[in-house]
């Protein structure tokens, strides 16, 4: 079983999915306007039951690479929102992925962080080299929280993905470790260095 410390940060903190999150990952799944701009289409009810199941099995496969967890906010356990990081079988890479927080999430507009501590577990307990992520290419909002997170912009992938009907290009970012560890935030360091990760800054 491989299950990823908490990771907590000044704002938010990250934890493992646990069996009571199934009604906020049904709510944002299965809800038009959340799944908008993500890779995958609104799921019905069902579907969102048994993507849930999946992402609870995660710690047990071995070796892990999907790591999709509940951000919350700090002094409370309740899961307002998600990110996933993804590590390719290939190199030493891995891709961000779905961060999501509910419209009524404390969080809001804080979503960053969520993709820096999930950089510093990367970076530090996995030992990448590489991570990246990307938005779909008309999405208002992601290049700013896609550089507050430190990564830097790539290039824009046509047609990579087809939801609602139509094909989409996403712009992609990326940060390497020997760029991104030198800014890291105090928090950021205490995970990067394999310390207490559940110890707030």
């Known amino acids: 079983m491989t299950h990823l410390p908490e990771l907590h940060g000044e704002r938010l903190w990250l934890r493992e999915m646990r069996a009571t999150d199934l009604a906020p990952f049904e709510r944002i799944h299965t809800h038009r306007v959340l799944t908008r701009y993500l890779g995958i289409d609104r799921m019905d009810a069902r579907?969102?039951?048994?993507a849930f199941a999946q992402c609870l099995a995660q710690p047990f496969c071995h070796?892990?690479?999907?790591?999709t967890l509940a951000v919350c906010a700090p002094?409370?356990?309740?899961?307002?929102?998600?990110?996933?990081?993804?590590?390719?079988?290939?190199?030493?890479?891995?891709?961000?992925?779905?961060?999501?927080?509910?419209?009524?999430?404390?969080?809001?507009?804080?979503?960053?962080?969520?993709?820096?501590?999930?950089?510093?577990?990367?970076?530090g307990r996995l030992g990448l080299h590489r991570v990246w992520a990307g938005h779909r290419a008309d999405h208002p909002?992601?290049?700013?929280?896609?550089?507050a997170a430190g990564l830097r912009p790539e290039a824009t992938l046509r047609?990579?993905?087809?939801?609602?009907?139509?094909?989409?290009?996403v712009t992609t970012y990326a940060a390497l470790a020997p760029e991104w560890?030198?800014?890291?935030?105090?928090?950021?360091?205490?995970?990067l260095e394999g310390g207490d990760a559940v110890l707030m800054a």
């Open 181 to 191: 560890i030198p800014a890291a935030t105090a928090a950021e360091r205490a995970i």
């Open 141 to 147: 909002r992601m290049r700013q929280v896609m550089l």
């Open 75 to 123: 002094g409370d356990e309740t899961m307002v929102g998600t990110m996933g990081l993804l590590v390719e079988e290939y190199g030493h890479n891995a891709m961000l992925t779905s961060l999501v927080l509910l419209p009524d999430a404390p969080v809001r507009g804080h979503g960053h962080e969520a993709g820096r501590l999930l950089m510093a577990y990367a970076f």
């Open 63 to 67: 070796p892990r690479r999907k790591h």
């Open 47 to 50: 579907q969102a039951q048994d």
């Open 159 to 169: 047609g990579l993905f087809h939801t609602q009907g139509a094909w989409h290009d």
